[in-house]
């Protein structure tokens, strides 16, 4: 989730809507600030952020000599969660005015935002030398304490700031940081819900707690975060997708069922549809399906239609996708060859073998890397015996997408279908290793260690757990 809290120190900075000073050496150039300026109020009134920044990169290529023009392009780009683009903006009004000492402050929280605690500290001494007591100076100090493991230190500092600025979302959050390392994880949570109900839209608390209640297994508590998140930005697919994701988990199938229809619309975008039913498809539960899926499906057409068809083969209704998509379209081309993918799926689990392989061998034979062709030739494949032409399958799966745990978890059960337990626990370890988040990698392993009697390796596989909890906490909560 991007972080567009604004620092405390940009309420000082001098540039803001409507005070932006138009100057320039000749007409011409005046002529482009000010059609750019223009621009940029228009898109600023209508909220749309991309706009103004296009705007402001066009005025400050017209006059770059201007440090408000630059302080202003900071401020957006910090809106906006590019902390990159933002430092070079505030370094740029830096360099043209040395005196401004709020832009060095800014200068160092982004810094400090971007978990860049080098040049944070750096900054924090340039910094010190003018403003000694600026509330940059303390939050830095404290988190290189906190870093060198000085909790007491840390948290002293935070309090500093918040005595002065009692809303300040990296005190908080450093503090916060502090309370979890000392185990006092339920005053941390306390600490970010008040800020959270302070200032609704600091999107630093937002991050933490959307953290904090992942990490927890609090499924309520995450859907309630990410449905505030969405609230304050509907265009934040992220928190779209946490808020049906929590509430599935929750188990509440009504609450995620009512939310997730305009998501999986006909004027949806393609991803949107893909990623909410995808979440459907893993986290409903058992039993539970979209309320009125059939509909909802017959409604759309495209890219959305066949998120539908891929939705209903997850899901043990088969029949339903291929209602759905019609049959085959053939000859096969890269255009139609997920389309036809899904229909050979459809046809394998209502127990079409034949027709099924067929058609999936006519997609890889001309789309090789298909990846709903091949993970469903794969399982087709463990089904029928043919393990070892279905773990080839699942290998160059996790060639083409080493990331996807679906994918290590076909791989595995090809080589238990073969009888393979070496490989079995390879693939599960190697997979527990590289997606360290994915909790179907570590329940497939956790039973296959309990199965086997490996006390030991289920023993390391729980502490492993354990620690990248408190790691994740630690060192992620900004």
């Known amino acids: 989730m991007k972080n567009r809290t604004l620092f405390f120190g940009l309420c000082a900075l001098v540039a803001t809507v409507g005070s932006l000073p138009l100057g320039g050496c000749s007409y011409v150039r005046a002529?482009?600030?000010?059609?750019a300026y223009n621009e940029y109020q228009e898109a600023i009134t209508a909220g749309d952020l991309l706009?103004?920044?296009?705007?402001?990169?066009?005025?400050?290529?017209?006059?770059?000599?201007?440090?408000?023009?630059?302080?202003?392009?900071?401020?957006?780009?910090?809106?906006?969660?590019?902390?990159?683009?933002?430092?070079?903006?505030?370094?740029?009004?830096?360099?043209?005015?040395?005196?401004?000492?709020?832009?060095?402050?800014?200068?160092?929280q982004i810094a400090l935002m971007s978990r860049d605690l080098d040049l944070a500290s750096t900054q924090a001494r340039s910094l010190a030398l003018v403003a000694p007591d600026n509330p940059a100076v303390?939050?830095?100090?404290?988190?290189?304490?906190?870093?060198?493991?000085?909790?007491?230190?840390?948290?002293?500092?935070?309090?500093?700031v918040l005595a002065n600025a009692?809303?300040?979302?990296?005190a908080r959050i450093l503090k916060a940081r502090v309370l979890i390392q000392k185990n006092q994880a339920a005053d941390a949570i306390a600490l970010l819900e008040d800020q959270h109900r302070t200032v609704p839209q600091d999107n630093g608390s937002i991050r933490a707690l959307t953290l904090i209640y992942r990490l927890r297994g609090d499924w309520r508590n995450f859907a309630r975060i990410q449905a505030d998140a969405y609230r304050l930005d509907p265009k934040n697919s992220e928190a779209a997708q946490g808020m049906i994701e929590g509430l599935l988990r929750a188990g509440d199938v009504a609450a995620a069922g009512r939310l997730s229809v305009p998501l999986v619309s006909a004027t949806a975008s393609p991803e949107m549809v893909e990623?909410?039913?995808?979440?459907?498809?893993?986290y409903a539960p058992k039993g539970a399906a979209l309320p009125n899926g059939d509909r909802l499906a017959n409604a759309t057409t495209g890219d959305r239609r066949l998120s539908f068809a891929r939705y209903f083969n997850r899901t043990g209704k088969p029949a339903a996708a291929a209602?759905?998509?019609?049959?085959?379209?053939?000859p096969i081309t890269h255009t139609n060859a997920a389309w036809n993918a899904n229909v050979a799926q459809a046809m394998a689990l209502q127990g079409h073998t034949e027709d099924a392989k067929k058609l999936f061998d006519m997609v890889l034979d001309r789309e090789p890397d298909q990846t709903d062709a091949l993970r469903g030739?794969?399982?087709l494949e463990t089904r029928t015996g043919s393990t070892r032409q279905a773990a080839l399958d699942a290998q160059r799966l996790v060639t083409i997408s080493p990331k996807t745990g679906e994918d290590r978890l076909l791989l595995a059960q090809a080589y238990l279908a073969a009888r393979n337990g070496t490989q079995v626990r390879r693939t599960l370890w190697e997979a527990f290793q590289e997606l360290p988040d994915d909790e179907r990698v570590f329940a497939a392993l956790k039973s296959v260690l309990a199965s086997t009697g490996d006390v030991e390796g289920a023993q390391r596989l729980n502490d492993e757990i354990a620690d990248r909890r408190t790691t994740k906490l630690t060192k992620e909560l900004m």
């Open 138 to 160: 303390a939050l830095v100090n404290g988190f290189v304490a906190y870093q060198s493991g000085d909790m007491d230190k840390a948290q002293k500092q935070a309090e500093n």
């Open 31 to 35: 002529y482009k600030a000010r059609a």
């Open 377 to 379: 030739r794969s399982a």
């Open 275 to 282: 990623q909410i039913l995808a979440i459907w498809a893993r």
């Open 323 to 330: 209602a759905l998509l019609g049959g085959s379209q053939l």
């Open 51 to 108: 706009q103004a920044r296009i705007a402001l990169l066009k005025l400050v290529r017209t006059d770059e000599d201007v440090p408000d023009y630059w302080i202003e392009l900071g401020k957006l780009q910090i809106q906006l969660g590019d902390y990159s683009a933002a430092y070079q903006a505030f370094s740029h009004a830096h360099e043209l005015d040395r005196t401004n000492v709020e832009v060095l402050a800014t200068l160092t």
């Open 166 to 170: 009692p809303n300040n979302s990296l």
